[in-house]
């Protein structure tokens, strides 16, 4: 199979290039997307599939994912886009009571599987109140929708073409500051990378270091920096799926070394570190060597002048990971 | 002072293509929906009004191109939606309601926070982020505000229950204000407008919900986003009248006509400005990729708020070209000292990234992005 160099929004555009072409049901429709999109993940494909397939919605959230559920329902592919995360909310009713307890309140008789959400993800340098949320806490505290975030281009294509082809309503959210910065060959053709599995990208013996999307990236420098001036060998785990979340790779890797620290941008208090520290120790509350380590964004609305202070960087994670081996 | 006039000749944004060339005293009649009367046919122009409208629109006008070229010398980051164009639709509001009267608006927002009374200085200092900015630099382009005005909102729409509720406020207080709710044209497919309409109309509320149509909502034009194009009817059982928004007194009596409405407790009122902005959506957008450079052009030759104004007066002597340049060469240098503040003042202090979050009193502990670093939170 050939690969092609691919950044972050290409290799969305490969997977719904794919999925278009092999599903005469798959519909792509939001704000914005029939020109290619506000960050270009849809470029070329009203042209490639039809102007009934690629299309845009008005500027009303409740009613694009409302739409997207009532297509689900019928039988159509709907792939809706959300034009930033932060700008979920008016669709929140209909993601939380509707699509995510569709199947259930029907016995089985209905549910709007084929239905995708995706939406651009996290801080971006400059973005602000509204154009940087990390808002995955608030959907992992609902049963029934499941909730997807990549860290790269191979993993976005798989990753996406999973939570497409899962029966159940899915949210993805794409890191919009790698969009152009994340570069990988990619394959061409499609490919799934399970959901509900974590991966380790690196195995370590001392700190397990969890995280997802950008942060991964953070954490392996932080990796890279506790090896060479601590000669602390950490394991690193990149999450991909919150919810239904990988609870088994992670303690086992926890039962291994005793130590987790997790990152997220999002605000601290009732991040979905929180969920998986709580989960951790009961698990493998013998096994730990030192309290588990939360390193997020500050309980704030993100900042505008302040974001580079406000970021869980490196230099965090490494003050973390420090005061857990003396412990 | 000058009278003008009505006539019933109808303009480039009503879909016809012939504009009243002539800077005659003529301005133009709206368009009425469940309203037996509209606008009066006559208005009133004094020479210091002239000069005051014409002041602020152009304070406005070179606020933003300051700002457009400070945002490209990436002394001004982030978001940033630029107003030039619009500003008879913020001068023409302000000049027919009270400064205790309610304002707000989305985030296209920094000719009303000038117009409400924030000055140029905390205005671009906001923009810049620094400590001396309206929002004391928290807030940015799009979180600007001041008494009786409510902002400078970043969700397209959100603003329009909460202009609602204001208006329920005073009604409620009986204190004889009311609240001007604006929205743009891509705002008007959500939702939660259509809920405050309903309210609105239902309790009477004295809110004049004001549209500004600029024909684009970022790139998408109204005829692929709105199955009607009327803005000035989609209220409704709510009356509603379209106006030129380019002609500042066109403006100024229909916001007084709406005013009385609402005052006389006759309930809500919508109105639909017909406006153009010369910039793209935000500093990110060309602006050119959904609509003709030979568009603009047209819009700024024949239709441009501030040339308009200042036609008028010329032509009817009410000033000379002297004192237009005058006022010009002072706005300009306000403008750059303004800009100087806001390119020297200090960012805001570390302290402040944690203030405000809650009202509390004594200050709380904000959690910090690891167990041991907690911040103070001042409110």
Same mark, same amino acid.
């Given at each position: ?28 429709? %939001?704000?914005?997307?029939?020109? %290619? ?15 009934? $397939? ?63 959400? $995706? ?24 049963? %029934? ?112 070394? %005793? ?69 | ?18 504009? &009243? ?53 990436? =002394? =001004?980051? *982030? ?7 619009? @500003? ?15 304002? =707000? ?5 920094? #000719?009303?926070?000038?117009?409400? #009374? +924030? ?14 900015? +309206?929002? !004391?630099?928290?807030? *940015? ?10 902002? *400078? ?20 207080? #009986? ?30 509320? &004295? ?15 109204? @005829? ?40 006389? *407790? ?28 030979? /568009? ?14 200042? @036609? ?12 237009? !340049? ?8 306000? +403008? ?14 570390? @302290? ?12 709380? /502990?904000?959690? #910090? ?11």
């Amino acid at each position: 199979c050939g690969t092609h160099k691919m950044n972050l929004f290409q290799s969305i555009t490969s997977a719904l290039d794919n999925t278009l072409a092999s599903d005469p049901t798959a519909v792509i429709f %939001g704000e914005d997307v029939a020109f %290619g999109g506000v960050f270009r993940c849809t470029v070329g494909l009203r042209d490639k599939y039809g102007k009934d $397939r690629v299309f845009n919605t008005p500027l009303c959230e409740q009613g694009i994912v409302g739409f997207g559920i009532g297509a689900a329902v019928a039988g159509a592919t709907a792939i809706a886009e959300i034009q930033f995360a932060d700008y979920i909310y008016p669709a929140f009713d209909q993601i939380v009571n509707e699509a995510a307890k569709y199947r259930y309140r029907s016995g089985n008789l209905f549910d709007c599987g084929s239905l995708t959400i $995706r939406a651009p993800w996290g801080c971006v340098g400059h973005g602000s109140l509204y154009h940087s949320q990390s808002p995955e806490a608030f959907f992992a505290h609902c049963p %029934g929708i499941k909730v997807v975030i990549p860290r790269s281009p191979v993993q976005a294509k798989g990753l996406l073409l999973s939570c497409i082809a899962d029966k159940n309503p899915c949210i993805f959210f794409e890191p919009k500051i790698l969009y152009r910065a994340a570069v990988e060959q990619v394959p061409e053709e499609p490919y799934i990378i399970p959901l509900s599995q974590a991966e380790i990208l690196q195995e370590g013996s001392d700190v397990t270091l969890v995280a997802w999307g950008t942060q991964i990236h953070v954490m392996k420098e932080v990796a890279a920096m506790a090896q060479e001036k601590l000669g602390v060998s950490c394991e690193v785990i990149d999450l991909q799926t919150i919810l239904p979340w990988d609870t088994e790779t992670i303690c086992k890797s926890v039962v291994k070394t %005793g130590r987790l620290l997790i990152s997220h941008e999002a605000p601290i208090t009732g991040g979905f570190a929180a969920e998986i520290s709580s989960t951790v120790q009961e698990e493998c509350f013998l096994n730990l060597e030192a309290p588990i380590s939360r390193v997020c964004g500050y309980d704030t609305p993100f900042p505008h002048i302040f974001e580079p202070f406000y970021i869980p960087d490196k230099w965090k994670c490494f003050e973390a990971i420090k005061k857990m081996i003396n412990y | 002072s000058s009278v003008v006039s009505q006539s019933d000749s109808c303009c480039f944004f009503s879909g016809c293509s012939r504009r &009243p060339t002539s800077p005659s005293n003529t301005i133009l009649k709206c368009d009425l929906h469940r309203l037996e009367e509209g606008p009066p046919l006559k208005a009133e122009l004094t020479r210091d009004q002239g000069l005051q409208y014409y002041r602020t629109m152009q304070t406005v006008r070179r606020m933003e191109l300051k700002a457009d070229q400070l945002y490209k010398q990436k =002394i =001004i980051r *982030g978001f940033c939606h630029l107003y030039d164009g619009q @500003e008879a639709c913020a001068a023409g509001i302000e000049a027919s309601i009270n400064p205790t009267d309610h304002l =707000i608006t989305a985030y296209r927002a920094h #000719g009303y926070t000038y117009t409400r #009374g +924030v000055s140029i200085k905390e205005i671009l200092a906001e923009l810049t982020g620094r400590k001396g900015g +309206v929002a !004391k630099g928290k807030g *940015g382009s799009m979180h600007m505000y001041a008494p009786h005005f409510y902002g *400078g909102n970043g969700i397209v729409g959100a603003q329009v229950p909460l202009g609602a509720g204001i208006a329920l406020a005073c009604q409620y207080q #009986g204190n004889n204000q009311l609240c001007v709710t604006l929205y743009g044209d891509g705002a008007a497919n959500q939702g939660q407008l259509f809920e405050s309409f309903n309210m609105a109309a239902l309790w009477k509320l &004295p809110c004049i919900f004001i549209c500004e149509n600029n024909k684009y909502g970022m790139g998408t034009s109204v @005829e692929r986003a709105s199955a009607s194009i009327d803005y000035y009817k989609r209220g409704d059982f709510i009356p509603g009248i379209r106006v030129d928004g380019m002609d500042v007194l066109c403006v100024r009596e229909a916001t007084k006509f709406a005013a009385d409405h609402c005052r006389s *407790g006759k309930g809500p009122i919508v109105m639909e400005l017909q406006t153009y902005r010369y910039h793209g959506h935000s500093m990110s957008d060309p602006g050119v990729s959904y609509r003709t450079r030979e /568009e603009i052009q047209e819009v700024r030759t024949k239709s441009d708020p501030i040339s308009m104004l200042k @036609e008028r007066m010329l032509s009817n002597n009410m000033a000379s070209v002297e004192e237009f !340049k005058e006022i010009d060469v002072d706005i300009r240098k306000q +403008v750059e000292e303004a800009a100087q503040f806001a390119t020297s003042d200090p960012e805001p202090p570390l @302290e402040d990234l944690c203030n405000h979050i809650f009202y509390n009193n004594p200050p709380l /502990e904000v959690r #910090g992005t690891n167990p041991w670093s907690k911040l103070k939170s001042v409110s």
